[in-house]
Structure formats: C-alpha cells, structure tokens
C-alpha cells in the first residue's frame, strides 16, 4: 500500500499520460497524448492537439483571445551570471489584453514557448477593477537530462536507475518527470488542448470565487500560467537529447526549450500594459509552480514597481538540492543581480528576498515530510529510492530552512505533518451545494491553512508561522 501511494503521489506531481510514441523521424516523441494535473491538481486531462491559430470557444474557460505582437521586454532586473541585471524601466509592456470581465479567457503569447517549441500563454480573468492581481503558477514536475526529459529505449529515467530497459510505467520510468515536455502542443491558441481541464483542477477553490465576502482575492484578476517547460518555470536555455521508442527505430533527437523565464517576460509584458496600475500583486504557485514563483519573484516585482507584490510557495521549500548543479546549468537560471548566494544553491534565495524586500510577504506552505520534494531532491536513481525516499535529509533542511524563516520580519510557515504534497487545496474547495470544505488545521488544531493564506494576504498582525 505505501508504494502504491507514494507513486500515485509522484504521478500527482508530474502528471501520468500515455507512455510516449516516437515518430522515428526526429519530431515530437509523443503522439499528441499529454499528461494533466501538475502540480497538485486533482484530475490528468488529456492535451490535444494544435488548434487555430485564430482562437475560439473555450470549453468551460471562456474565449480566446489572439494574442498582439510585442516584443517580450528586458530581463528585468535578473542575469544569468550573476552580474549586472537590466535596468526595470527598460522593461517593455507590450499591448494589454483585451478579456470580457468574470470569464476565463486563454491568451495566446507570442514570444512564448513551450518545451517543444509550441506558443504557451496564460489565462485571465479579468476583474471589474485592476488594483489587485492575483498570479498563480501550474505546477508539475522537472526534468534536467535524457531519462527524465525524454525516456526512451536509449535511456529510461531514474526510477529505472537511467537503464535501456524498465517496467514502470510512470514519470520517472517510461514517463517523463515532468508535465508537457514532450507534447507538441499542450496549450494552442484556440483555448483547447490542456487549458480546461488543468482550470478545472484549480476552478473549484474557493480563492478564486467573487461571491464569498471572506475571500481576500474576490476582487482580483486571477492569472493562471501554464507549465510546460520542465525548468520551475526557470529557464532561458535549449537542450538536445537522443530517443529511439521502439527497438528496430532509427536515432531521433529532439530539442527541448527551457523557456519559463523568457516566458515569464512575455506574460508579465502583457500584464503590465494590462493592468499598469495595479496596486497588489499576489504571486504564488504549487509545487514547481511554486518554486516558479520565487524564481521570478524579482521579475513581477520589476513589472510592477508601484505594486506591493507578496510570494506564497506551495510545497516548494527552497532546501538544498543534490541536482542543484545541474538544474542551474541546464535550464540556465538566472539570479537577482545583488544576490551573492543565490548561484551556489536554493537556500540561498529565502535570505536574500526577505532582506531585499522587508515590506513583502513571503510565505510557505509544506509537509514535513513531503515525499514528491524528498525523492526529486535527494533520492539516488532506482526504484527502490521511490519507495523509500530519504524523508529525514528533507526533514532536517526543511527545519533549518524554518529557521532562515523565523530570523526575518516578513518570511512565515505554515508545515503541517504528512507524507503529501501540495497545500492550495485544503484552503477550501467549493462543493456541489454550494458550500465550502473544512480548511486543513495545523498540528495543534490552532489555525487552518486559509487562516494563514487570508493572513499571508491581507497582512493581518497576528500572521505567524506554524509547525
């Protein structure tokens, strides 16, 4: 029974589809088939195919919109090396979005990508005025190398210890590690493909319904970005790796984009022009999603100087990595220009964004022994490190991260004991008659989890971090 869960658990963080078909002729090594769900998400929709350029119906989201040409803007305020970032008033805003208010409509970028070149976007619901924006980015995974990218015959994932052969059929296995990298078109412009069924996955919160008066984001406009580029939403690189689905098929090779942060540029170009006066942003993500959105923390605050934007993590503590190295360098992250720790390691990054932003909120949610960060973090390749993955490393980093929490102003917890992963979803689903579902409480029964995300959000004085 623990295997079983503790699979469906990765799955439920990397999305489980059908296993891949090559083409044998150097394309897209999926069929069209994609995995849903990343990143806490309930249900694996199916990616389709390419849609019209040209947009269209949105099956339970609304319309799309086609989306202007723009250039995406500077790199604000973040370099590569370390070194001198981009002054944020070079950052260009682009043409706004233009969305009916209270839909949710798909808003194809260009200038953005996903892994298998696809156009990305994002998608919007405006509110009725433009103070407050609320940005939430998907979660799902990551994948850094040939087995967790593009398992194949020539190399399987980790799960399977990088072999040529493997009976497992998940991410990690014969599956990709993380959500969309291999589909040629997860989110087209017409609104179709993934777009409703991962919105459905997150419709159901009660974050994001206008009607309830003790919702602190009712009067936002909610931003849903999409994740399918392997990277935390991180990256601005390319990489080429080699797969052969079956045994008598020729070589293939297919490129893989790591683009979440020229991606971010493009989104927040859009919504800056869209909303240029906005006073609060709240930016925050699960899983991936919520690594994502410490990443760009810098970049939202450059689009929105006059903004107070505040940083909610879920299931996305920023403990030490052993992939660390590799991640940095193959997705080509990039670093807040006066951060001198950052490039050496995640932990570095809590510190440095409490210190050089004391009037924002950082927030973080987490099990205390969160198996899916556990194993992607530290578990040695074989199947049996899936099983077992090594909670105490996790554990004891994640305790020396609470204490990087607690020696700041502005940085609170709030980490609950379990095995699971991902926390967005016990702040209170909406159920069928109309109702909300109990919010997950602490450890001592003396808060729940939307007492501290309302807290995270408004500010409130009795804000505090729990264990």
Not at 13 to 31: L, N, R, Y
Not at 56 to 67: F, L, N, P, Y
Not at 146 to 175: E, I, K
Not at 188 to 217: M, Q
Request: proline share 8%.
């Amino acid at each position: 029974m623990k295997s079983r869960l503790l699979l469906a658990g990765l799955a439920l963080a990397v999305a489980c589809g059908a296993p891949p078909v090559g083409t044998g002729e150097g394309g897209h090594p999926d069929s069209g088939v994609g995995g849903g769900g990343g990143g806490g998400a309930s249900d694996a929709g199916a990616g389709g195919g390419g849609g019209q350029p040209d947009g269209g119906s949105v099956d339970d989201a609304g319309t799309s919109e086609d989306a202007g040409r723009g250039d995406a803007g500077e790199d604000a305020g973040l370099s590569a090396d370390g070194g001198a970032a981009s002054d944020a008033g070079t950052f260009d805003a682009g043409p706004p979005i233009i969305a009916p208010v209270g839909v949710w409509t798909w808003i194809p970028v260009p200038g953005s990508e996903c892994a298998s070149g696809a156009m990305a976007g994002i998608g919007i619901n405006r509110a009725s005025a433009d103070d407050d924006l609320f940005i939430f980015l998907q979660g799902g995974g990551a994948c850094w190398n040939q087995g967790t990218c593009v398992p194949s015959l020539l190399q399987f994932g980790p799960v399977c210890d990088y072999g040529t052969a493997c009976l497992w059929n998940v991410p990690g296995g014969q599956q990709p590690t993380s959500v969309f990298v291999t589909h040629p078109d997860p989110f087209p412009a017409d609104g179709g493909g993934a777009f409703p069924s991962e919105l459905r996955a997150i419709a159901s919160s009660s974050a994001l319904d206008r009607s309830r008066p003790d919702n602190p984001f009712r009067a936002a406009t909610f931003v849903f970005v999409p994740y399918c580029t392997g990277d935390l939403h991180g990256g601005r690189a390319e990489k080429t790796y080699q797969y052969k689905y079956g045994l008598f098929d020729p070589v293939s090779t297919y490129r893989v984009r790591f683009s979440g942060a020229k991606n971010m540029d493009a989104y927040l170009a859009r919504l800056r022009a869209t909303l240029p006066n906005a006073r609060r942003v709240w930016l925050t993500g699960s899983s991936a999603g919520g690594y994502g959105a410490t990443l760009n923390y810098e970049r939202v605050a450059a689009a929105f100087p006059q903004a107070e934007v505040h940083l909610l993590a879920d299931s996305a503590p920023f403990v030490p990595s052993v992939h660390w190295p590799e991640w940095r360098d193959t997705w080509g992250l990039e670093f807040p220009a006066g951060c001198a720790d950052c490039d050496a390691g995640l932990p570095g990054w809590p510190p440095y964004l409490a210190a050089a932003h004391p009037q924002r909120r950082l927030g973080l949610l987490s099990y205390d022994r969160d198996q899916v960060i556990a194993w992607f973090f530290y578990a040695p390749p074989g199947a049996g490190n899936v099983l077992n993955p090594p909670f105490s490393t996790f554990t004891n980093n994640l305790l020396t991260l609470e204490g990087v929490y607690d020696g700041t102003q502005n940085a609170k917890y709030f980490v609950v004991p379990g095995e699971a992963h991902v926390l967005w979803g016990d702040y209170g689903q909406v159920l069928s008659d109309g109702g909300v579902a109990a919010s997950r409480r602490s450890r001592d029964g003396g808060t729940t989890v939307k007492a501290f995300i309302d807290g995270w959000a408004l500010g409130d004085a009795g804000w505090q971090s729990t264990r």
